[in-house]
Each structure stands twice: as C-alpha cells, then as structure tokens.
C-alpha cells in the first residue's frame, strides 16, 4: 500500500476520492465539497489517500487544531469493496507517522458518536486498537442529534495535549466554526 498526503485542493484527486468519502458519510454528515475546499483555502486541512496499485482504496480528511499540536481524524473511509481488510488501521499508521515526521503534531484526536450502538461500539474499538484512548465527556451539539465523545491518542510522551473531553471538544468546535467560516 502507498500513501500520499495532499495539502492543497486538487478537481482531480477529489473526483476520485469523493465517491468513497460519499459512499461512507453521505447519510452521517458529510460536509459539502465548497466546505472542504474552504478548508483547503484556508490552509487547515489534509486530505491522505491509501493506494493499492493506481487504485484509491482509503482516504482521510484530517485537520489542524489551532492552539494545540493535535490533529483532527474528521473523516476516515476505505473504499467498500476493500473493507475489512487491514486498509483503515495501516491508514492511521500512515498518519501517525506522517504526524510525527512532520514536526507539526504531537497527538491526534478524533469524535466518535457515543450512543452505545453495535455500529457505535464497533467503530469505537477500531479507534482504542489504534491506539486512542476514550475520554468520559459526552458532547451534544446543537445541529446534530447524536451525542459525542473525543479520543485522543498521544505521539509523543511529551504532548501536551490532554484527555479532557470537554477541552477537546473545545479545539474541535473551533475548528468545524473555522471550516464553515466564509465558505
């Protein structure tokens, strides 16, 4: 599997990835393609792209969290014909690293919906043997009907950030203000 991060809009690259990100988020709150270009113009975001051949079979959208040194997972999919087949966790591996190497990061943080579904607990179980950790807060935001928690998952032993969920969910809301802010 080959990786490659992009820092910058690209018509092309999304005409490729947006089936997969549709495919996985369009009936759970995917954000509309003039957001994520938003993103882009304003320089807090990276989308990461998991290649086998010439195919894409997984992507993140990740962004910055202003004031920390943490990085958001907004989006993770894999492609589904590849699913269950080790792409999301050697996803995140990349992005680990790429995190560390790229001397911007020093954790990674990430929502998670908290209602205690089979679906729910699933997704929540990928994350902890990714390494993140469950904080206890349970965040209810005003446009969306299901509640949250953060993960977060340290880089480094001296990352500052801290597994306070409503902290966390502080960081994470300026970012999404940001994300919709003169779109």
């Not at 490729?16 to 759970?28: L, N």
């Not at 195919?55 to 990085?71: E, F, N, R, Y």
């Not at 607990?121 to 807060?137: E, S």
Request: some cysteine.
């Amino acid at each position: 599997m080959i990786f490659e991060t992009i820092h910058q809009w690209d018509e092309k690259i999304w005409e490729m990835v947006s089936p997969i990100y549709h495919h996985a988020f369009a009936e759970k709150g995917a954000k509309p393609e003039k957001i994520i270009r938003n993103m882009f113009r304003k320089e807090i975001c990276f989308l990461h792209l998991g290649f086998v051949g010439e195919q894409i079979v997984s992507m993140s959208l990740t962004g910055k969290l202003k004031g920390t040194q943490a990085l958001l997972i907004d989006y993770l999919a894999v492609h589904h014909d590849y699913q269950n087949q080790g792409y999301g966790l050697k996803t995140i591996k990349y992005i680990k690293e790429w995190s560390k190497t790229s001397g911007s990061f020093d954790s990674m943080v990430i929502e998670v919906e908290s209602e205690a579904t089979p679906e729910n607990l699933v997704r929540i179980h990928f994350w902890q043997k990714c390494g993140f950790v469950l904080t206890d807060y349970i965040h209810h935001y005003i446009w969306v009907p299901e509640p949250y928690q953060a993960m977060f998952l340290k880089l480094s032993n001296d990352a500052e950030i801290q597994g306070h969920g409503k902290l966390l969910f502080k960081y994470i809301g300026q970012f999404h203000k940001a994300s919709y802010q003169d779109s």
